[in-house]
């Protein structure tokens, strides 16, 4: 009998086994302050709570079950338990958002890292997820009157025109570049916090690269926020050329500002400024070592008016 029990629970086990979970975590002692408001969440320190994903996590992988931790965005879940009518303040509608977030969210695979080693990567996909769903916001409002004080430069009546024009700039950036491997941030002033946006490519000496769908897509559209705001911006460029016999990699650093819906190259002066100054001290910082601070490209002409 005993032998027939075990034979009954073994295709249970194979397909708990073959069924994958997700595990969402506060990935900021700031989203983690924000849940500490609900009567039902059970933690009220930080340090115990990761304690405690981590037993989870490890007690998953011991049963043979594949995993993938998601970060857990509080103003996210709050606004989808609003839409759907849900009770925040209820585990069954943790569970719900976390479902959710499984099969359209950014996730991470668990492997046996530690929580240290999860949350960097989370954090950092928390923040690309917030980015481009502001930057997806004011794409959406772009037909919608502004009460900022707008620079001069060219009216944008839809996110797709300004799209279009940011997907334009990348192309002739890439392309005045050259060959070597190239390592671009893009950087907009948000509503609320600056948005940013990195690339990396390698150009090979034909001319080509290859860059991700996704990574495009958000780089042009935070380009895109700010033409569509004409709020201040700049782009900056870290190229490794292609080493030479004697294998040195010597780093460029150049820049540009958005500037009347175009991307204006800076003065290496203004370059050499922007990198050995401290943001928060105005106090000069030394240059790299190896790292030469260039002008700026001259880039093609804007689409429909002078660059």
Request: net charge negative; charged share 20%; with cysteine.
């Given at each position: 009998?005993?032998?027939?029990?075990?034979?009954k629970?073994?295709?249970?086990?194979?397909?708990?086994?073959?069924?994958?979970?997700?595990?969402?975590?506060l990935?900021?002692?700031?989203?983690f302050?924000?849940?500490?408001?609900?009567?039902?969440?059970?933690?009220d320190?930080?340090?115990?709570?990761?304690r405690h994903?981590?037993?989870l996590l490890?007690?998953?992988?011991?049963?043979?079950?594949?995993?993938?931790?998601?970060?857990?965005?509080?103003h996210?879940?709050?606004a989808?338990?609003a839409?759907f009518?849900?009770?925040?303040?209820?585990?069954?509608?943790?569970?719900?958002?976390?479902?959710?977030i499984?099969?359209?969210?950014?996730?991470?695979?668990?492997?046996?890292?530690?929580?240290?080693?999860?949350l960097?990567?989370?954090?950092?996909r928390?923040?690309?997820?917030?980015?481009?769903?502001?930057v997806?916001?004011?794409?959406?409002?772009a037909d919608?009157?502004?009460?900022?004080?707008?620079?001069?430069?060219?009216?944008y009546?839809?996110?797709?025109?300004a799209?279009?024009?940011?997907?334009?700039?990348?192309?002739a950036?890439?392309g005045?570049l050259?060959?070597?491997t190239?390592?671009?941030?893009?950087?907009?002033?948000?509503?609320?916090?600056?948005?940013?946006?990195?690339?990396?490519?390698t150009t090979?000496?034909?001319?080509?690269?290859?860059?991700?769908?996704?990574?495009?897509?958000?780089?042009?559209?935070?380009?895109?926020?700010?033409?569509?705001?004409?709020?201040?911006?700049?782009?900056?460029?870290?190229?490794?050329?292609?080493?030479?016999?004697?294998?040195?990699?010597a780093?460029?650093?150049r820049?540009?500002?958005?500037?009347s819906?175009?991307?204006?190259?800076?003065?290496?002066a203004?370059?050499?400024?922007?990198?050995?100054?401290?943001?928060e001290?105005?106090?000069?910082?030394?240059?790299e070592?190896?790292?030469e601070?260039?002008?700026g490209?001259?880039?093609?002409?804007?689409?429909?008016g002078?660059?």
């Open positions: 009998m005993p032998h027939t029990r075990s034979r629970r073994r295709p249970y086990r194979v397909l708990r086994t073959e069924t994958p979970g997700t595990v969402a975590v990935a900021t002692e700031a989203d302050a924000a849940m500490r408001g609900y009567r039902t969440f059970a933690f320190d930080y340090g115990a709570y990761l994903v981590q037993e490890s007690s998953l992988a011991g049963q043979g079950l594949h995993s993938r931790v998601a970060p857990f965005d509080p996210r879940f709050a989808y338990c839409e009518g849900l009770e925040p303040d209820a585990p069954l509608s943790r569970t719900r958002y976390t479902a959710e499984a099969g359209n969210g950014p996730t991470v695979p668990y492997d046996g890292q530690d929580c240290a080693e999860l960097p990567p989370l954090r950092a928390r923040a690309r997820d917030a980015v481009w769903n502001e997806t916001r004011i794409l959406n409002d919608a009157p502004t009460r900022r004080t707008l620079a001069p430069g060219p009216q009546k839809s996110g797709d025109a799209l279009h024009t940011a997907a334009a700039a990348l192309d950036l890439l005045a050259g060959p070597g190239h390592h671009l941030v893009c950087s907009v002033d948000g509503p609320s916090a600056p948005l940013l946006a990195v690339l990396h490519t090979t000496a034909d001319g080509s690269w290859e860059l991700t769908e996704a990574d495009v897509l958000l780089f042009c559209s935070v380009l895109a926020a700010g033409l569509v705001t004409r709020s201040p911006g700049g782009l900056v460029v870290r190229t490794t050329p292609p080493g030479d016999l004697s294998g040195r990699t780093e460029t650093v820049g540009w500002c958005l500037h819906g175009w991307l204006v190259p800076l003065t290496e203004q370059v050499f400024s922007a990198y050995c100054t401290d943001a001290t105005g106090d000069p910082v030394p240059p070592t190896g790292v601070y260039a002008a490209i001259p880039l093609a002409p804007r689409p429909g002078p660059g």
